[in-house]
């Protein structure tokens, strides 16, 4: 099994309705990449300087399921807008034992 993660800070200034509109296309994306084993994406309510705002976790079966999901066109434009809102992302792929 793999396991993606993802953690988002946003642009300071960006609307929780943008967030939550970019937390809803996320989840959407199990309806369309049938590859998505496991997904929750979770919203940050702490303060604090080292808090990411949003957070993936995704888990595929196989690294060939995770590439797919990576490349699919759903995927690219959910990804399109994280990138105009978010401040930076951090990612980290994983082989679960």
Do not use: C, P, W
């Amino acid at each position: 099994m793999i396991t993606h993660i993802v953690m988002i800070k946003f642009k300071v200034g960006t609307s929780t309705d943008i967030i939550l509109d970019i937390k809803k296309s996320i989840e959407e994306l199990t309806n369309t990449i049938k590859e998505i084993s496991y997904m929750e994406v979770g919203l940050n309510f702490v303060s604090s300087e080292r808090a990411m705002d949003l957070v993936l976790t995704s888990k595929f079966k196989t690294k060939e399921d995770l590439t797919i999901y990576a490349d699919d066109a759903n995927h690219q434009i959910v990804k399109d807008k994280i990138k105009e809102y978010a401040e930076y992302t951090r990612v980290v792929d994983y082989i679960n034992e």
